[in-house]
């Protein structure tokens, strides 16, 4: 049995799932880091990629994933840079001064711009602009590529082509050349296939591919709902709760934070309210949208009509998108279609409530026949 295997790197955890072509769940494993990822700047990127690497070789030790049955490994990662130089290796964080940031979330790209305003002798020594997910997958493929999320998140691409083509002028400006920043390849394309250090030390299958990725909440936003124009998803974080709409490409004037390009690059979301209606408090829902939820209070209590809310396949899970665009890549998922309608279809807040206290309960009964 092949499965595709997804890695997501997003708060302070790394997660590794196993899905089936079906698009079940059927592997699960995940582990904290001392320094969330949004504080790129904080760690050597070579120890994010030791992190990762610890973990599968963990989950593959312990059974949870059978090696020979990976076919191919999907990926999401939160915003992050990572700068090589000309020996393809990381300008080490500290070399930078980006010890000094006190920021508690500072913006790639406004990182990258003063960075080489500081030091502009780095920007002519640079191999490539990379994002922390290009790192870990060029250290595992030897692939220079790098994601829509993140060219677009950059804010040096073209205007009449947001997040798909590099702004020769905007790169310019910061002491760039178009041909220090890698290609930008549509999350589920096929980049690269691992190299043979690794596959001796996981036994992961020669020509195991690894496709493109994205970024977690790109992710979530596209498995949550069909991304039909206008179609609204309500994603409930810790922050509160915010409203993204499916819609066409940015204009000029978009900040960079009010849009996502999807991972596969035909649609974008755009953040349409900071602040809506949260049913975690007891508000009434948003009428017309779907919802969705990394994480859900177990003991939450839902005082609202919980056979009106609409809630994602992965609600209160983590998402399976990073694996699923892997299989996309490989040409398992051809039309698209099923994919959300019958491989991870949206259902009710109720629905999902009976579906998780059966789960629960069988869970129950098969720990009390072990004992």
């Not at 997003?10 to 494993?29: E, F, H, K, M, S």
């Not at 980006?98 to 002798?121: C, F, G, H, M, T």
């Not at 020669?206 to 069909?226: I, M, V, Y």
């Amino acid at each position: 049995m092949s499965l595709l295997l997804g890695i997501d790197l997003q708060g302070d955890t790394i997660t590794l799932q196993g899905v089936d072509r079906r698009g079940n769940r059927i592997a699960y494993i995940d582990e904290k880091v001392s320094v969330p990822f949004h504080r790129f700047w904080q760690v050597h990127p070579d120890e994010r990629v030791r992190s990762v690497r610890a973990l599968l070789l963990h989950a593959l030790h312990e059974g949870l994933i059978r090696p020979g049955a990976v076919a191919a490994i999907g990926i999401s990662c939160e915003p992050g840079l990572v700068l090589v130089d000309s020996e393809m290796e990381p300008v080490p964080p500290r070399s930078l001064n980006w010890n000094e940031i006190d920021s508690e979330k500072a913006n790639p790209d406004e990182v990258l711009r003063k960075s080489l305003e500081q030091y502009p002798s780095v920007a002519r020594t640079l191999s490539a602009v990379f994002d922390l997910q290009d790192w870990l997958r060029y250290r595992w493929t030897g692939a220079v590529a790098t994601t829509r999320s993140f060219a677009w998140s950059s804010g040096l691409t073209r205007d009449t082509s947001p997040g798909e083509h590099w702004d020769a002028r905007a790169l310019e400006a910061i002491g760039l050349g178009s041909g220090q920043m890698p290609p930008v390849i549509p999350g589920p394309h096929r980049i690269g296939t691992l190299q043979e250090e690794l596959v001796r030390e996981t036994g992961l299958a020669r020509g195991t591919w690894f496709c493109g990725g994205t970024e977690p909440r790109a992710a979530r936003l596209w498995l949550a709902a069909e991304p039909r124009e206008g179609v609204g998803i309500v994603l409930l974080e810790e922050q509160g709760a915010t409203l993204w709409r499916v819609a066409g490409p940015p204009s000029a004037s978009t900040p960079l934070k009010d849009a996502i390009p999807s991972p596969q690059g035909d649609h974008w979301y755009h953040r349409e309210a900071l602040e809506v209606s949260d049913p975690r408090n007891g508000d009434t829902p948003v009428s017309d949208v779907i919802y969705d939820a990394i994480r859900i209070d177990p003991q939450q209590q839902w005082n609202i009509d919980s056979s009106e809310m609409m809630v994602s396949a992965d609600f209160g899970s983590p998402s399976r998108a990073p694996a699923l665009l892997a299989g996309i890549g490989l040409g398992w998922y051809r039309d698209l279609r099923p994919l959300w309608r019958k491989r991870c279809p949206v259902q009710t807040l109720q629905q999902w409530t009976e579906y998780r206290s059966a789960s629960q309960q069988v869970s129950g009964q098969e720990t009390r026949e072990k004992t």
